[in-house]
């Protein structure tokens, strides 16, 4: 971890397409990106937003951590999203209003593109880089 700006660097894995690369940034929802880390590696299935390619979810993290001061309904593409309501973390394919506050815990910033290769039900792998 680079104790200096909060970034950890991770890796997600779309089994037999590729890999994203990105990072968490503690600062935004510490408490919501210190559960996520503290859960790597993990292997979930991942599925597109219902009926459209807005988002990749990977649903039932086993969380729970609920909003807090940043906590936003607004994201951007690439953001990497915690969904309190839902206990999911979400992959941004493009701007988009949640229907709910959600907790920013990070950012993809290479190969994002990948995703939309994807199909629902994809073992996808959330990792740190090293």
């Given at each position: 971890?680079?104790?200096?700006?909060?970034?950890?660097?991770?890796?997600v894995?779309?089994?037999?397409?590729?890999?994203?690369?990105?990072?968490?940034?503690?600062?935004?929802?510490?408490?919501?990106?210190?559960?996520i880390?503290?859960?790597?590696?993990?292997?979930?299935?991942?599925?597109?937003?219902?009926?459209?390619?807005?988002y990749?979810?990977?649903?039932?993290?086993?969380?729970?951590k609920?909003?807090?001061?940043?906590?936003?309904?607004?994201?951007?593409?690439?953001?990497?999203?915690?969904?309190?309501?839902?206990?999911?973390?979400?992959?941004?394919i493009?701007?988009?209003?949640?229907?709910?506050?959600?907790?920013?815990?990070?950012?993809?910033?290479?190969?994002?593109?990948?995703?939309?290769k994807?199909?629902?039900?994809?073992?996808?792998?959330?990792?740190?880089?090293t």
């Open positions: 971890m680079n104790s200096d700006t909060g970034l950890i660097p991770i890796k894995d779309l089994y037999g397409i590729g890999t994203l690369e990105g990072h968490i940034i503690r600062h935004i929802a510490p408490l919501s990106a210190d559960a880390i503290e859960k790597m590696p993990f292997a979930m299935r991942g599925r597109f937003s219902f009926g459209s390619k807005k990749w979810t990977l649903p039932g993290m086993g969380i729970f609920g909003t807090n001061s940043k906590s936003t309904k607004d994201v951007e593409i690439g953001d990497i999203i915690y969904n309190p309501k839902t206990d999911e973390v979400v992959i941004a493009e701007n988009l209003q949640m229907s709910n506050k959600v907790n920013k815990v990070g950012k993809i910033n290479a190969n994002l593109d990948l995703i939309l994807a199909r629902n039900g994809l073992n996808t792998k959330i990792s740190k880089r």
